[in-house]
């Protein structure tokens, strides 16, 4: 029968999706005031940033973690820090996204943990963790383990939700990383697919869970996609991937309710698409994505939270997210969007679309799937590679002009805005205290423990983890023993080992025809004949947690195309390490990229190391997201050019690091 009336309307306007912004920084009782500011907004939705120690399995006074402390999330450490992040809110009403990947049984624990000594069943809680491992080793760079040890894990977690936790989402297969990695459309849905394939064979083969339930698997696992600014096709991109989760879990699992095949996502709107130049230009930019992902109601999000207009400066206000909540809140109940039927169904141009991504994705899945899958996709550098190359190719689109970005590449005409003319005022300042806080803290907490307890439970993690043995019960040991987050991740350090993924630079080319890099690579041949070297050097390093590495593959990538020899270690690298690379590999020209904002404290500590090398004489540049006022600090602290965001045009960078180069070694 006809869902809709005969005005063409449906019969009951559709309920909104769930509505969330990403929040956390600082530390638990900062965070936990901010939820709740949210929740009396109309949130109705929590989506918890974690900081990159929590992330990446630190604790707050590992020197890895020093200047990161609560600069992109919430620091939490230990059960303490759960408690305070969520006191007040009752977490069996709450729906809980939590950004948070290797470590994501740990912080299902200490969550669970905090419900239960609310006085809340596991049963009653509703949420998700993101816990797609592949994406880290391909974008964003916070695993820790191995993949067949990450998989592990994050099958473990399925089958301890399955029965303990069955309105949970374990799993959040993320192709929002990939596309800000490079990924196209087809690459984007092809490689999630394959993902998505590789934890569903982990649970079937992992023995824990009967054949007949792999239904209700299939049933939560979510997925977390990225939604661009070509709305039409961020359209068919989310029917095509409803039209193939269809049918691989049919064909591949024998998922036979329809039900249980529904392709649920949601959906964090695209953040590294925002630009630095003319930010007011991000709002139309947040709604047009946001479009593409609520118009087609086939196809729409179960969740959205939408960055705000300044993540392209620094970190957001609450303000800031206050003005992106409302976004959400004017579409969902001021417009008429929720009372129709899907607008797209019989359309010629929509259809055609969809098919042509499908077709393409089929493809790109099934070349994983004969290479052995996701996992050796990853380890032998297949999927780096190619998202490195597409990235590339955008980024030539962009500086030929192919691609317009305005503000950007096209119209950089501009009046002062008044969104930023206070300067560093229009983002908010994590305190630099935060840090020694959480330090202390976390040097409480461990004196207050019993020593006996904390290693029974850690050792008894690391037998089981030696074992095929679900991780679950001996890391809810751990949450009660008041082990923390480094000493968990630590523990399991010792049995699986760590990871370097690979840098997928080897294969990749970014010059297209850019008709100014011939000038550059005869300047780069030049200055190099007359310092009597046979290549100019140059360090490419990502100090500290932040595991953004595309800007940084992108200049390596370029750099490498003008003639430079790139000494590239990948990321998550000490000072003392990224010192010890540019001495040892005695290099012209050392470039730092940091995107977590933690610039002014891990820039300074690799100064300071060459001095103490005694290669005070090499230069240093910096890219990163980094406010004007910072700049002049770092600039004033020895620095000799600081890029961010709006210097898009990679080869005039390359020339400049060439004149920087050139200058230091007094060469006109």
Not at 197 to 213: H, I, K, S, T
Not at 430 to 444: F, I, N, Q, W
Not at 620 to 642: E, H, K, M, N, W
Request: glycine share 8%.
């Amino acid at each position: 029968m006809d869902e809709t009336a005969s005005s063409g309307r449906l019969p009951e306007r559709d309920r909104p999706w769930v509505m969330r912004t990403y929040a956390g920084h600082s530390s638990a009782t900062a965070t936990n005031a901010l939820f709740r500011r949210n929740l009396a907004k109309g949130q109705t939705g929590l989506s918890v940033a974690f900081d990159l120690p929590t992330q990446t399995g630190y604790d707050p006074d590992h020197e890895l973690a020093s200047g990161e402390v609560g600069r992109v999330g919430v620091p939490v450490a230990h059960l303490g820090d759960m408690r305070a992040l969520f006191d007040g809110l009752p977490l069996a009403e709450m729906n809980t996204s939590m950004t948070i990947n290797a470590p994501a049984m740990w912080l299902l624990a200490l969550y669970g943990t905090v419900a239960m000594e609310q006085g809340w069943a596991a049963s009653t809680l509703a949420g998700t963790t993101q816990n797609d491992i592949i994406k880290e080793y391909l974008s964003r760079g916070t695993y820790i383990f191995p993949p067949a040890a990450s998989l592990r894990l994050t099958a473990d977690i399925v089958a301890h939700t399955l029965t303990t936790m069955p309105k949970w989402n374990p799993v959040n297969i993320c192709s929002y990383h990939l596309q800000e990695a490079g990924a196209t459309p087809v690459q984007e849905v092809g490689f999630a697919l394959a993902t998505a394939v590789a934890v569903l064979d982990a649970v079937r083969a992992c023995g824990q869970v009967p054949a007949e339930r792999m239904g209700d698997v299939v049933q939560r696992i979510s997925f977390f996609v990225n939604a661009g600014v070509r709305f039409v096709e961020e359209i068919a991109k989310m029917r095509a991937f409803g039209v193939l989760w269809d049918e691989i879990t049919r064909d591949r699992y024998a998922v036979t309710e329809a039900k249980q095949r529904r392709f649920r996502y949601g959906v964090q709107v695209n953040s590294l698409g925002l630009t630095e130049a003319q930010p007011e230009n991000n709002i139309q930019r947040i709604v047009l994505e946001m479009l593409g992902v609520t118009m087609s109601r086939d196809a729409r999000a179960r969740a959205v939270q939408l960055p705000a207009w300044n993540e392209a400066l620094g970190l957001p206000r609450p303000w800031d997210q206050q003005w992106s909540l409302r976004m959400q809140q004017v579409l969902a109940y001021e417009s008429d969007l929720l009372e129709y039927p899907d607008l797209f169904a019989g359309s010629h141009v929509m259809t055609a679309l969809v098919d042509e991504i499908v077709t393409g994705a089929r493809v790109e899945l099934d070349r994983v799937l004969e290479l052995g899958g996701v996992v050796a996709a990853v380890e032998t550098g297949y999927l780096k590679s190619a998202l490195v190359a597409s990235l590339a190719e955008r980024r030539r689109r962009l500086e030929s002009g192919a691609d317009v970005v305005v503000g950007v590449n096209r119209y950089t005409e501009t009046e002062l805005s008044p969104l930023t003319a206070a300067g560093a005022g229009t983002v908010e300042q994590v305190d630099a205290a935060v840090e020694a806080a959480a330090v202390d803290g976390v040097h409480r907490w461990r004196a207050d423990r019993d020593p006996a307890v904390v290693d029974a439970a850690l050792s008894r993690l690391r037998a089981d983890a030696a074992t095929t043995t679900n991780l679950m019960p001996a890391t809810l040991e751990c949450v009660r023993a008041g082990v923390t987050t480094g000493e968990w991740a630590g523990a399991l350090r010792q049995v699986f080992g760590e990871y370097r993924a690979p840098t997928g630079l080897a294969a990749a080319t970014g010059s297209g025809g850019d008709p100014g890099l011939t000038a550059v690579r005869e300047r780069v041949t030049a200055t190099a004949r007359e310092l009597g070297s046979g290549r100019l050097r140059l360090l490419v390093g990502k100090p500290g947690l932040d595991g953004h590495s595309n800007g940084a593959e992108q200049i390596a990538v370029r750099a490498r195309d003008a003639g430079f020899e790139v000494v590239y270690q990948g990321i998550r690298l000490t000072a003392g390490q990224i010192v010890a690379a540019a001495v040892e590999e005695d290099v012209d020209l050392v470039g730092l990229s940091v995107l977590s904002g933690s610039h002014l404290a891990a820039v300074p500590a690799v100064l300071d190391g060459l001095r103490a090398a005694g290669r005070a004489d090499l230069p240093v540049v910096v890219g990163g997201i980094i406010p004007a006022g910072d700049a002049d600090t770092l600039r004033a602290a020895g620095v000799a050019r600081v890029f961010t965001p709006k210097d898009f045009a990679l080869t005039s960078i390359i020339d400049d690091l060439v004149t920087v180069i050139r200058s230091a070694n007094d060469l006109p």
